[in-house]
């Protein structure tokens, strides 16, 4: 089972690009990487997802290294709206796997 | 969209009660979650199921049960309430194990 290693906080402003790295040491060979998004008061809503190299779509990109044994999420220009906890997922390939969230990063954006 | 629908958003219980929490899924989906968050803890895994009348342990079962009768709803049961399970708690479902988690609301309980 992949456990997922994630800063605890992070600050940016405004306009700004964001970084968040997941460490995921012992991934295995088909286990996918997932990102969410959590605002007070909700549930995590899924933001992307991928298995090696680059993913992008209108939210985010998704940078995994060859290793895969860490995964990066990029959030372009942020705005205050971004502000939030992000979880990195390792999804494993079994379906009657546990799926195990780290303790995710609160983002503060600030103006 | 798919729609993940918790029965209760804030419910307060006396110590000892049986509380039922109620999720449905309208997507078909295979798998169903049970997660508890709270501050400083992330999401903790209490129960999933993969499928009608199967059930797994997550990383935190104990004083909790669980039932999946039918595909749509998974329910969560704590027997006697107590203080210590006062929390959030999260369900989500998804189609077999992708990763891709729809999650709902969330249920706000507060055990006195």
């Known amino acids: 089972l992949a456990k997922t290693t994630q800063p605890i906080s992070m600050d940016s402003y405004e306009g700004q690009e964001v970084n968040i790295t997941c460490s995921h040491n012992n991934i295995a060979t088909n286990d996918y990487i997932t990102w969410y998004q959590q605002f007070p008061s909700q549930g995590p809503r899924f933001i992307i997802q991928?298995?090696?190299t680059k993913v992008t779509n209108e939210v985010a990109s998704l940078f995994i290294p060859a290793d895969r044994k860490s995964s990066t999420l990029s959030l372009p220009r942020v705005s205050l709206s971004d502000t939030a906890v992000y979880y990195c997922?390792?999804?494993?390939?079994?379906?009657?796997?546990?799926?195990?969230f780290g303790q995710g990063t609160t983002l503060q954006v600030k103006p | 969209d798919v729609k993940v629908t918790q029965s209760s958003r804030y419910l307060v219980k006396r110590t000892g009660e049986k509380v039922f929490l109620e999720c449905v899924q309208d997507m078909d989906h295979e798998n169903m979650f049970w997660y508890r968050q709270d501050p400083g803890l992330g999401l903790r895994l209490i129960y999933f199921s993969y499928d009608v009348k199967m059930k797994e342990k997550g990383d935190i079962p104990e004083g909790y049960s669980v039932s999946r009768e039918k595909k749509e709803r998974f329910s969560l049961i704590l027997e006697s309430a107590s203080t210590n399970q006062t929390s959030m708690y999260l369900c989500a479902s998804s189609y077999r194990n992708t990763g891709e988690l729809f999650f709902g609301e969330g249920s706000r309980l507060t055990v006195l």
């Open positions: 991928g298995y090696k």
């Open positions: 997922l390792v999804a494993p390939s079994s379906n009657t796997g546990k799926l195990i």
